[in-house]
């Protein structure tokens, strides 16, 4: 079946340090991918996402994510995080039919002053 | 693990009929629940926050009247997509929270074809 896995349920960090979420997913073909990040209270809002093409995908809010077929992985990253950055973020995928749309159960961030 | 159901998974109607998409959380208080549109090949966009017993927020854009959510409990919230037309067809997915510093579940999502 298909499914997306983000292993960190939840990730501290320090203001200023780097970030890196993780995603993996099990697809059949290789879907489309994206990253959203929720703040509390709110809806989602769409960080980045990856159809074809180059691996490394640039994001809003200084956001970057590489999509890894070998590794079947997506991985969220930012070199600086920041206080305002603390959220839940959520890996997602659907086939390139448009179907099955898939969210990951999230990792919640929590950045130390 | 918590459990949001979504209902129906597909559905396939006629112009100008409405159609009512149910979003349970079957294991647990749902105090927020979220409903969001995805068009083809992009996307998800959120459509509306609803809070238990409060009138929905809606996002800038969405037609209130078009789009009626109703979170009368705690288990459930049901979109109607009002006089449905074909630029309608979408896939309509929510997602609950018990409380704010609570994770968020999604349902599997349905799809609505208005022909």
């Known amino acids: 079946a298909q499914s997306v896995t983000q292993p960190d349920i939840h990730i501290t960090v320090s203001e200023g340090a780097s970030l890196e979420l993780r995603c993996n997913y099990s697809y059949g073909a290789t879907p489309y991918l994206f990253w959203y990040v929720q703040s509390p209270g709110q809806g989602l809002q769409l960080l980045l996402k990856y159809f074809s093409g180059d691996t490394l995908v640039q994001g809003i809010k200084g956001f970057e994510a590489e999509f890894k077929r070998s590794q079947s992985s997506f991985n969220l990253r930012k070199p600086s995080v920041h206080w305002s950055d603390a959220a839940e973020y959520f890996c997602a995928a659907k086939d390139n039919y448009g179907q099955n749309f898939v969210f990951g159960p999230g990792t919640r961030l929590s950045v130390l002053p | 693990g918590a459990v949001v159901s979504q209902h129906p998974s597909w559905v396939i109607c006629k112009s100008g009929t409405s159609v009512k998409i149910e979003c349970r959380s079957l294991d647990f208080q749902a105090t927020t629940m979220f409903w969001y549109r995805q068009f083809p090949k992009q996307s998800l966009m959120l459509m509306a926050t609803?809070?238990?017993?409060?009138?929905?927020?809606?996002e800038q854009g969405v037609e209130k009247d078009k789009f009626l959510i109703n979170h009368a409990s705690l288990t459930l919230s049901t979109l109607t997509v009002t006089s449905a037309h074909p630029e309608d067809s979408s896939f309509y997915i929510c997602?609950?929270?018990?409380?704010?510093?609570?994770?968020?579940?999604f349902g599997d999502g349905t799809r609505l074809s208005i022909l």
């Open positions: 997602s609950a929270r018990a409380v704010n510093d609570q994770p968020q579940h």
């Open positions: 609803s809070n238990e017993g409060s009138k929905a927020t809606y």
